[in-house]
């Protein structure tokens, strides 16, 4: 990184203006435009006593979104590291935090945890992050499923981001999804992904068949399989349900 980028990096997180750092380097103004999509879905989708839910929820980041824009409506969010669960549950009291992983099925998984780079933990280690930067340990988690855990709940918005298993919380919540037809904002990353033997394409297959499509969070699209294969660029998605199914008219 350019020593100015570093300084300006630098007075960028100190004062909480992340635009200072996105004037100059162009990761960190995708990373900017994605942060304000993000938190523009979510305003525009949820409000009142509405549902959102937030799997892989880390430290909070878009939770904290969520409480600020519907602070009456019922917050759920997972996250299977203890620490982090315990974290949260004291930031967020009005929130529902459950300490799980959410995949394809119950089950109890190993689950690799950065104790230096905590956003990069899940199922499987990310082999680009060293003994050195990352101080993995190995700790046992409890899986469960979107279907199981929201079983009678109609969310307004479901968010992922768990370091390539998307295609395991869909699968797991196909129903979830049929029957309540939410806005998902996801994070995919196709070297993520492929961790666990999945491709993009099959990310896309698994949305379309729920009659979902596929757009950029900051709202470029619709895109086809092969153009949502091809953009490695971007990192966090959303997927608009095509018709209502049998969701309640509001929630």
């Not at 909070?60 to 974290?87: K, N, S, T, W, Y």
């Not at 995949?103 to 990069?120: I, N, P, V």
């Not at 394409?201 to 086809?224: K, M, N, Q, R």
């Amino acid at each position: 990184m350019h020593p100015l980028t570093r300084a300006i990096g630098a007075v960028s997180r100190r004062t909480g203006r992340p635009e200072l750092l996105a004037a100059f380097d162009a990761t960190a103004r995708e990373a900017r435009r994605e942060e304000i999509g993000v938190a523009a879905a979510l305003a525009s989708s949820l409000w009142g006593d509405g549902v959102y839910v937030d799997v892989g929820t880390n430290r909070g980041q878009v939770l904290a979104h969520a409480v600020r824009i519907a602070p009456r409506a019922r917050h759920i969010a997972f996250e299977p590291i203890p620490a982090l669960a315990d974290e949260l549950a004291r930031a967020f009291p009005t929130v529902d935090c459950r300490p799980k992983a959410v995949g394809a099925r119950a089950e109890s998984a190993q689950f690799c945890h950065f104790r230096q780079l905590d956003g990069w933990s899940g199922l499987r280690r990310q082999p680009q992050i060293s003994e050195e930067r990352g101080d993995p340990e190995y700790i046992t988690v409890e899986v469960s499923t979107l279907d199981a855990e929201l079983a009678g709940i109609d969310p307004a918005v479901v968010k992922i981001d768990v370091e390539g298993a998307e295609l395991s919380v869909l699968e797991g919540g196909r129903s979830l999804l049929r029957r309540s037809r939410p806005l998902v904002i996801f994070e995919h990353v196709a070297s993520a992904a492929a961790l666990y033997g999945v491709d993009s394409g099959s990310l896309w297959d698994s949305l379309t068949e729920l009659d979902y499509e596929v757009f950029s969070i900051a709202g470029e699209g619709p895109f086809t399989r092969s153009t949502f294969a091809q953009s490695g660029h971007i990192v966090n998605w959303l997927a608009t349900p095509s018709s209502r199914g049998d969701a309640p008219a509001s929630h």
